[in-house]
T-cell receptor
């Protein structure tokens, strides 16, 4: 595809349920970012991958959050035992490489997670 | 103190007027600065980037950067109703050389016909 693809677009989870959010970056893009955007706030950084290596996970809010990119392309953000405060839009972005990322990048459409 | 600060608005602007949005940042080592536009229910869209002091113009948009005062601004000339959106300021720090962004909370702009 032409852009970053995320699925599902919407997810409703019962509190305590595990969820998995998928990001398909632009083909060939080395850098991949996950951000979390709560209602009325700007996006907050969660984690960064360079190929399959997770180089920064400093923004993951708790050990219930886990991200992987095993083959250096598709990435999955997993949230275990979801809580109401996890309700947010989860945004993924990719870039050709770390140098290019410094010139800005485009986000996917996001996954809106609602925990009830 | 948040690393990137913006007035939340809403900023009400008559159609055809200039909208002026401001953003301040705390890390003097910041090197790259971006403005994203976000329509309600949509993801942020990159509209401007600026890296050195001064002005950068792109169509109806002008970004201004003053590193000494640690602020970056966005001017929207000839504002149109389609410019009604939330504008997010984002900053890349030199210590995050691989592209991590710090975002402000955004300024909501409402262009009234």
């Amino acid at each position: 595809g032409a852009g970053v693809s995320q699925s599902p677009r919407y997810k409703v989870a019962k509190r305590g349920q595990d969820v998995a959010l998928r990001c398909d970056p632009i083909s060939g893009h080395v850098s991949l970012f996950w951000y979390q955007q709560a209602l009325g706030q700007g996006p907050e950084f969660l984690t960064y991958f360079q190929n399959e290596a997770q180089l920064d996970k400093s923004g993951l809010p708790s050990d219930r959050f886990f991200a992987e990119r095993p083959e250096g392309s598709v990435s999955t953000l997993k949230i275990q035992r979801t809580q109401k405060e996890d309700s947010a839009v989860y945004l993924c972005a990719s870039s050709l490489g770390p140098g290019e990322a410094n010139y800005g990048y485009t986000f996917g459409s996001g996954t809106r997670l609602t925990v009830v | 103190q948040k690393e990137v600060e913006q007035n939340s608005g809403p900023l009400s602007v008559p159609e055809g007027a200039i909208a002026s949005l401001n953003c301040t940042y705390s890390d003097r080592g910041s090197q790259s600065f971006f403005w994203y536009r976000q329509y309600s229910g949509k993801s942020p869209e990159l509209i401007m980037s600026i890296y050195s002091n001064g002005d950068k113009e792109d169509g109806r948009f002008t970004a201004q950067l003053n590193k000494a005062s640690q602020y970056v601004s966005l001017l929207i000339r000839d504002s149109q109703p389609s410019d009604s959106a939330t504008y997010l300021c984002a900053v890349n720090r030199a210590t995050d050389s691989w592209g991590k962004l710090q975002f402000g909370a955004g300024t909501q702009v409402v262009v009234t016909p």
